[in-house]
């Protein structure tokens, strides 16, 4: 079946540590995303991918790095350097001409303690 | 700058009744989409409608409605006859029309739906 998969579902990390959030697509969409939920808020964007080799920050990239090196995949690393990294982290995608149309997966819960 | 207002944190309410997720937005642009997207307690947000600016027609989808106004720079959402299964939380997105079309979410609205 075709989609998004993010894995792991929850992840625990202590404090000052750094860990990579998996992102896989195999829609062959072109554009990949990362968000963050907050409870209460909505979805913010950290980092976003055109295509292959290239990204651009998004509105609260801060603590967060990225790579594409593969059109299918876009892992985060959430860096110690982020102050509030327990979040619910989305993945989406979109193919060109999408018109904002975005495709998610089920999302990563990231506990830091 | 543009921004999406949904300020209904939560609603309840019994099955079979009707209900509308209200969505207030801002933006400067002249051409915009309008998005509704679900997501239920698995997480993952499905999209539902996308609405062009240009296009102020009321849709229907089933036990779905979107009501897109203009002039009162709104697009509410309304579900006929709730199921349990539309417990979830709604969010209502803008986005430009050209160039990167990031979507500018709101914060959401949290229905339950009791049998």
């Known amino acids: 079946d075709g989609g998004i998969t993010q894995s792991p579902k929850y992840l625990f990390r202590k404090e000052g540590q750094n860990v990579t959030l998996s992102c896989e697509q195999n829609?062959?969409?072109?554009?990949m995303y990362w968000y963050r939920q907050d409870p209460g808020q909505g979805l913010r964007l950290i980092y976003y991918?055109?295509?292959?080799?290239?990204?651009q920050k998004g509105d609260i990239a801060e603590g967060y790095s990225v790579s594409r090196e593969k059109k299918e995949s876009f892992p985060l690393t959430v860096t110690s350097a982020q102050k509030n990294p327990t979040a619910f982290y989305l993945c989406a995608s979109s193919p060109q001409g999408a018109l904002g149309e975005q495709y998610f997966g089920p999302g990563t819960r990231l506990t830091v303690t | 700058a543009q921004k999406v207002t949904q300020a209904q944190t939560e609603i309840s309410v019994v099955e079979k009744e009707d209900v509308t997720l209200d969505c207030v937005y801002e933006t400067r642009d002249t051409t915009y989409y309008l998005f509704w997207y679900k997501q239920p307690p698995s997480g993952e947000l499905v999209f539902l409608i996308r609405r062009n600016s240009f296009d102020e027609q009321n849709e229907i989808s089933g036990r779905y409605s979107w009501n897109f106004q203009k002039s009162t720079s709104s697009f509410n959402f309304t579900i006929t006859a709730s199921q349990v299964v539309d417990s979830a939380v709604y969010f209502c997105?803008?986005?430009?029309?050209?160039?990167?079309?990031?979507?500018?979410f709101g914060t959401g609205t949290r229905l339950l739906v009791s049998p």
């Open positions: 829609l062959n969409h072109d554009a």
């Open positions: 997105a803008l986005s430009e029309a050209t160039g990167f079309q990031k979507l500018v």
């Open positions: 991918s055109q295509i292959v080799n290239d990204f």
